[in-house]
C-alpha cells in the first residue's frame, strides 16, 4: 500500500504547485473535509488518503473562539509533528498559525484521536532539516514558501499532559 500511495503522491504533487489549485484548493478543500470529518466523526480525512494529516484545535487569537484546521504535518519522532503555515502559497500567514503564536497551549484529532500538544515555532537553524523532512513526504512543498514571497511559519507540536492544556480547547470535538 506504502507503494501505490508514494506513485499516487509523486504524479498529485505537481498538480497541487498549479496556479489552478492554488486558486480551488483554499475554497473548495476545507468544506469538503469539514463534511466528511462530520459524517465519519474525525476518523477520515481527504487530505490523509496522500499525506499524514490532523486537525488542529487552536483557540482564536483576537476573538478567543474555538478554531479547527486541517492540515498536513510531517511526524518529527517521539510523537510530535512538524507542521508548516503555507497557506497554498498566499502572501498571508494563515490564521491558525496567528492563533498558535497566541495560544501556543492546542489540541490535535488523528484518524478520530484527540490529544492536546504544544507548539512552538521552529528556529531558523531548525527550518532547512524540517523543510527537508517535510520535502520527503511532500516533494516540491517548499516551493510554496518561495512563491508565497514569506517566510513560512513552521510549528513542532509536542503532545503534553492534558492538565496543562488550556480548557478552552478541550470542548468536544470532532463534532457529530
Do not use: C
Not at 31 to 42: Q, S
Not at 74 to 96: C, E, K, L, N
Amino acid at each position: 500500500m506504502t507503494a501505490v500511495v508514494d506513485v499516487v503522491r509523486r504524479l498529485v504533487a505537481p498538480l497541487t504547485r498549479t496556479r489552478a489549485f492554488r486558486a480551488l484548493g483554499p475554497v473548495l478543500l476545507p468544506p469538503i473535509e469539514a463534511v466528511l470529518g462530520r459524517l465519519t466523526r474525525g476518523r477520515v480525512q481527504l487530505s490523509a488518503l496522500l499525506v499524514p494529516s490532523l486537525v488542529l484545535h487552536t483557540i482564536g487569537a483576537k476573538t478567543g473562539e474555538a478554531r479547527d484546521t486541517a492540515l498536513m504535518y510531517t511526524p518529527d519522532g517521539s510523537g510530535r509533528a512538524i507542521v508548516a503555515g503555507t497557506s497554498f502559497a498566499r502572501d498571508r500567514h494563515p490564521g491558525w498559525t496567528y492563533n498558535l503564536l497566541a495560544h501556543p497551549d492546542a489540541a490535535i484529532t488523528v484518524r478520530g484521536r484527540r490529544m492536546p500538544v504544544r507548539a512552538t515555532p521552529l528556529a531558523d537553524d531548525e527550518r532547512d532539516a524540517a523543510w527537508a523532512r517535510i520535502e520527503a513526504q511532500w516533494p516540491g512543498y517548499r516551493g510554496y514558501e518561495r512563491d508565497s514571497g514569506r517566510v513560512v511559519r513552521l510549528f513542532r507540536l509536542r503532545p503534553v499532559r492534558e492538565a496543562s492544556v488550556h480548557e478552552a480547547v478541550s470542548a468536544p470535538h470532532p463534532p457529530e
